[in-house]
């Protein structure tokens, strides 16, 4: 069956970095779209960052527009999100996410908290 499980979670300062990790198995997954959700405490889940299947384009949230990358390495089934420059703000929980036939998957989450 699909699996996501992201990694590279944790506490960091306020203008440090962090790199996620989401490994898929399960199915192809050169195949597909890949995103990175966010979820802080008593809002929304919201869209960071999408990656198309082959790597060739990405988007971001507005908000993480020259902070963050997405990329992804298909041979090892994993795509990543490079955190840089990171606030307060940021703290949430993060999910990767890819829809096939329709159908959502979605990892457990990791954690990324950001005090000093």
């Known amino acids: 069956q699909v699996q996501l499980v992201e990694s590279g979670g944790g506490l960091v300062q306020p203008g440090g970095s962090l790199r996620l990790s989401c490994a898929g198995s399960?199915?192809?997954?050169?195949?597909?779209?890949m995103r990175w959700y966010r979820q802080a405490p008593g809002k929304e889940r919201e869209l960071v960052a999408f990656i198309t299947a082959t790597g060739g384009t990405t988007n971001y949230a507005d908000s993480m527009k020259g902070r963050f990358t997405i990329s992804r390495d298909n041979a090892q089934n994993t795509v990543y999100l490079q955190m840089n420059s990171l606030k307060p703000e940021d703290t949430a929980v993060y999910y990767c996410n890819t829809k096939i036939w329709l159908r959502e998957y979605w990892g457990q989450g990791t954690q990324v908290t950001v005090s000093s």
């Open positions: 399960g199915f192809t997954f050169s195949s597909y779209d």
